[in-house]
């Protein structure tokens, strides 16, 4: 599910001048540079965003991408736990601030917001952009290590988007840990590649010792079914592309798909989707197959046809990354 069209256009409209007076081919080069730390590939010690045309670049080019797929791991996660409201939010490794731009998005209201972070340029630039969101008007930009020196207060939620690719092995445990010990709620978001998905079963095992309940997009807290390296999971978010993503990418489309992994979890209880449609379901004449993860543990094909009647018409507008079945049971 996309995030509200309104908060979408506030974010896009805040970073529309973050480019002026940075030269196109300037900021190309900066969005190419830095996405291979962005994906994962070269854990650092250093800050990757090293000043304010990074940032300014990296911001108007991935922001975007990382809100589209914050928001849908935690629309997964508020339809698990539908009665809660996080009072407080940490954003780990923050930077400009997608993920709480996401939370507001996500739930209503003002709440005391935190993000840590060691670029002290994203930091700022991510503190100008948030003056447009009267939801982060008083969110506090602090810079932290990200890593074995860092200190999480106690909040209800804490997000980790994009940030444990950049760290060493040593470092992500420490950060995952840091979470669970400060957080009612965690929310991890990856890039959906295998090692991507191979980190966030990492902080799911991790999150599950520390006595959380996994609330998406599993429907279990037991071991994933899939195979290390046969699979992986991940899901998708439709992006609308900038004229920086068409200048750096190429290709006309208006719009791109961001593959994403994620894991949230909760220490009070859960709700998960009875299964989860965890491919792209494929629509044949008269049947739908949706590829489905399930409650025992397995992955399972279902095959859906007219003669389910409503439940049919459900199918055909089902979701890649959505529960199944939907809420109200339309087979009767």
């Not at 990757?48 to 809100?67: G, N």
């Not at 809660?84 to 507001?104: L, N, Q, Y």
């Amino acid at each position: 599910m996309n995030a509200p069209a309104s908060a979408t256009d506030t974010l896009r409209s805040a970073l529309a001048g973050l480019l002026a007076g940075l030269p196109p081919k300037q900021a190309a080069q900066a969005v190419d540079r830095l996405i291979a730390n962005y994906r994962g590939r070269t854990p650092t010690h250093a800050p990757v965003l090293r000043d304010r045309s990074d940032v300014a670049a990296y911001a108007a080019y991935r922001m975007p991408a990382t809100f589209e797929a914050v928001c849908a791991a935690l629309d997964a996660f508020a339809d698990a736990v539908p009665q809660w409201t996080p009072a407080s939010h940490v954003d780990i490794g923050g930077g400009t601030g997608a993920a709480t731009w996401a939370v507001s998005a996500t739930w209503d209201g003002e709440r005391p917001v935190t993000v840590l972070d060691w670029a002290e340029p994203a930091l700022a630039l991510g503190r100008e952009i948030a003056a447009a969101n009267p939801a982060l008007k008083s969110a506090e930009w602090q810079r932290s290590r990200i890593g074995a020196a860092l200190t999480v207060e106690s909040t209800d939620l804490v997000t980790i988007s994009y940030v444990l690719g950049e760290l060493t092995e040593a470092d992500r445990t420490v950060v995952v840990d840091a979470a669970a010990a400060a957080a009612q709620a965690v929310v991890i978001i990856e890039p959906g590649t295998p090692d991507g998905y191979t980190r966030v079963i990492d902080a799911r095992d991790r999150l599950i010792a520390a006595g959380f309940r996994i609330a998406a997009p599993c429907p279990h807290s037991a071991a994933c079914p899939i195979v290390p390296g046969e699979d992986w999971c991940h899901f998708s978010a439709r992006v609308s592309r900038s004229s920086l993503h068409r200048q750096v990418k190429g290709g006309s489309l208006p719009y791109e798909d961001e593959k994403f992994s994620y894991v949230a979890a909760a220490r009070f209880p859960v709700a998960p989707a009875p299964t989860r449609v965890v491919r792209k379901p494929q629509i044949r004449k008269g049947q739908v197959l949706l590829d489905l993860c399930g409650p025992d543990e397995s992955l399972h094909r279902e095959t859906v046809t007219k003669r389910h009647g409503p439940l049919y018409k459900a199918a055909r507008d089902a979701e890649w990354g959505d529960g199944w079945p939907p809420p109200e049971d339309t087979s009767t």
